[in-house]
């Protein structure tokens, strides 16, 4: 069987970006429904370089910017991971890929992104031609306070021998055996890998414990106020969830936003009286649709500056957010209000507010 020995073997590659087929996903799914007897057999057989030649080219047909692997399954003796390996802009279509799988059976299960292996700690993995096991992985850990995330410098003795990239992709993949890769995208910040040990270096079995701890910080909804200006210098005021990213939603790709101009304003462009009143009831009653649509969209931010309210919802496009939301503009009064819907899978719309 396929990994066995504690040695994980990855399969995947990134390869040039290009468009997604629409029918990658189901094209995918149909081709493995015909292939899997033989790809049984090689399992079995152990053919690990036969299996990858069968199942690269049925992944590219999804998105040939994908990255995959086979890996020790958490409940199945192995698991297919489809990753979109931290890129945003291609974490749904990973997400969607994983949505559609059968379900997992004793021999197989299905991941868009890697899970936290139990095992961690006895993985080995071939870097540069030396082991490199996460048994002798130590790590600097730095949190600042109040911030949703933990800085990273990396440590293992193999990194004296090997180049700045490969130390810092073998972190990288360290991390997400630790951690699991949709963990580190929520809460590690900045990682380095050194040649050298850094100050007050803790094993790295240590880092689930001290990412639980700071996450139990976030457990309740938060919501952060903010000020700056606008590209006209003029004073703009927002209000973002805290922490806002995109992984916590995977499938929002559709961002949705709502446009409101208001007529009481200050001197600074900002609402203030009946307009601050009819824009609270407007976001009041939003967020009772929102609560009303199984969980397929949410508010993240919204703005306000120079005599407009923005309002970014981030949605799933199977769902009915735009819909809703172009109903429910209808009866704004102070002007005509506008709804925007594009295609945002990075969520660039409301990048300076990510977190």
Known sequence: MLGESGTMRLFGRKSEPSGESADGVAGFWSWWEGARPELD???????????????????????????????PGLAADQALVVTSAGDPELRPVAHRWAAAAPPADARWEFHPSRQANPEAMTLTLDVGGHGFGLDGLVLGLRAPHGAPRVDVVAHHPIFDLVDEETRTEATLLALDWLLGEDEVARWVGDVSASRFPPIDAVPAVHLPAVVADLASGFREEQW??????????????????YPLRPVDHPLFDQHIAITLPYQHR?????????????????????????????????????????????LHVYADPAGEAAIHAKELVVSWEEGRPRVDVVTDPGWIAVSPFLS
């Open 224 to 241: 952060a106020l903010l000020e700056g200006e606008t590209t006209g210098g003029a004073r703009l005021i927002a209000t973002a969830r």
């Open 41 to 71: 057999a090689m399992v079995a057989a152990g053919e690990a370089d036969r299996l990858a030649e069968r199942i690269a080219p049925a992944v590219r047909l999804v998105h040939p910017s994908l990255v995959w692997e086979i890996a």
């Open 266 to 310: 200050d001197a600074d462009g900002l609402p203030t009286g009946p307009s601050l009143d009819a824009l609270r009831d407007f976001e009041e009653r939003l967020a009772g649709r929102i609560s009303r649509l199984n969980g397929s969209a949410v508010l993240a931010v919204h703005t306000s500056a120079e005599g407009q309210r923005v």
